[in-house]
């Protein structure tokens, strides 16, 4: 397939994406109206669609975006690509003394939604391409996938845990024949997803790739939909089964104190957002949509020996094997 064709195709399971998930959150939400802003950059060289829900009755702070954007590929760009890119990739045929000759083309759909009640975990995902072009004559350097998903709850069910990790895996291995690359993914997951500075994970994992490709185009367009499909109706059926739990002020308050947590991971470690404040002319509410509305700061706090709230702090400090 065409490399503008198989471009096309991804885009249009983005599309397909981001509305069946924003749907999906009206299934649960009856108050807020949703914020849709479709926007194109100044320049041109990019457009997309961010749809949020913001103070609803069942969704503190909602959002799915979609972006599609070229721009010059910067040394920075360039030398943060390197780092995480498998040795021997095409990226060693550009001429770094020339930069200024290639475009970075970025497409894909993001979403992180923050519910209300505390009983029903936040959730994050993405799924993009990545292509590298001469900005001439069009030519196709490199490109790849990239994206995951992954829960954080605030209040820890064993169940739902097993049940989000078992859904993605069934996805994976659907596309693949065995769980090697939920295995690999879902490490990596563990791995990226941590506040170093904190030696805490930000939640229970998922699956996580900054880079892959399989043997074509068409089984790796697979791969995203497995995933992302499994993500949206694991959530879907986990939100039903929280939904009406009942909760406390004090729940409310540990609910702020671990919002505060996930915004420290997005602000300072989460490569996407750092990706996304170093592009030109960047729209910033769209790159920090994924920041919760509330979150709190307390000091020196911890959690009560034998409690629910210190039960999920434990499991935040060693990944588990779910599944």
């Known amino acids: 397939m065409d490399p503008n064709q198989n471009e096309d195709v991804f885009s249009a399971f983005v599309d397909e994406y981001q509305k069946n998930f924003f749907d999906m959150l009206f299934r649960f939400e009856s108050k807020a109206e949703p914020i849709k802003e479709a926007w194109t950059r100044e320049d041109g060289r990019g457009h997309g669609l961010t749809c949020v829900i913001q103070d609803g009755n069942f969704f503190e702070k909602a959002g799915v975006n979609v972006s599609r954007i070229t721009i010059p590929l910067s040394q920075g760009i ?45 959730v994050h995902a993405n799924f993009r391409t990545i292509r590298i072009k001469e900005r001439e004559t069009g030519k ?21 845990a097993k049940f989000y990790h078992q859904n993605i895996r069934d996805a994976i291995v659907e596309v693949t024949g ?27 994992g998922g699956v996580f790739y900054d880079d892959f490709n399989l043997e074509s ?9 497995g995933v992302a499909y499994a ?17 406390n002020d004090e729940n409310v308050r540990w609910r702020s104190f671990r919002r505060g947590r996930y915004a420290e991971f997005n602000l300072i470690h989460d490569r996407g957002t750092k990706f996304g404040l170093m592009t030109p002319d960047a729209r910033i509410e ?17 959690p009560k020996e034998g409690t629910e709230e210190a039960r999920i702090v434990g499991v935040l400090l060693k990944p588990v094997e779910w599944v």
């Open 217 to 225: 185009f068409e089984k790796g367009l697979q791969f995203q939909k």
């Open 78 to 122: 360039y030398q943060q690509m390197k780092g995480r890119r498998v040795p021997g990739s095409n990226l060693d045929q550009i001429d770094m003394n020339n930069l200024a000759k290639y475009d970075t083309y970025a497409n894909g759909v993001s979403l992180v939604i923050h519910p209300i009640n505390p009983f029903c975990p936040t």
């Open 178 to 204: 065995d769980d090697k690359l939920y295995r690999q993914y879902k490490k990596e997951c563990d791995e990226y997803f941590v506040n170093h500075h904190r030696k805490e994970a930000r939640g229970i």
């Open 140 to 160: 196709l350097i490199d490109s790849w996938f990239g994206g995951g998903s992954d829960l954080t709850p605030i209040y820890l069910f064993d169940e739902d």
């Open 286 to 302: 769209s790159i920090l949509m994924s920041l919760p509305l509330t979150a709190r700061w307390e000091y020196n706090y911890h």
């Open 231 to 247: 993500n949206l109706n694991s959530y879907e059926a986990i939100l039903n089964k929280r939904k009406d739990t009942p909760y």
